[in-house]
């Protein structure tokens, strides 16, 4: 748990330095799509450390955007799937776990089971 006081980047930061520890596979990502909130101190932090490439993605899908029309960046419908897909597991569908291990768990076994689900059907 963090306090609402700290900022995004910050707590990035933090949380990738615990990440680390707990998943080996992040020590071969070479390139993260972040937010915009994530741009200074994180976007830094994770290429001068972790000789990680951040890309902000600042350009819509669209070049010229209708006024009040609704907006997608090009990376962003990669994560949204990905979410929509393990909000489809019940288990998933809430925050229940205690520890990021469990969570993580549950997670691999939801893209397993969605793997399957696909590879016969």
């Not at 707590?11 to 799509?33: C, K, R, S």
């Amino acid at each position: 748990m963090r306090p609402a006081n700290v900022h995004d980047g910050q707590a990035g930061v933090t949380f990738w330095e615990q990440a680390e520890h707990i998943n080996p596979l992040l020590d071969d990502l070479v390139l993260m799509y972040a937010d915009s909130t994530f741009g200074g101190h994180f976007k830094e932090q994770l290429e001068t450390i972790y000789d990680m490439r951040v890309v902000i993605s600042k350009t819509p899908i669209e070049d010229q955007p209708a006024v009040g029309a609704l907006v997608i960046h090009k990376w962003r419908w990669i994560v949204e799937r990905t979410i929509s897909w393990l909000g489809n597991n019940r288990r998933l569908a809430k925050d229940y776990e205690r520890t990021i291990l469990s969570a993580q768990s549950f997670i691999w076994i939801a893209h397993i089971r969605r793997t399957i689900r696909h590879a016969f059907c």
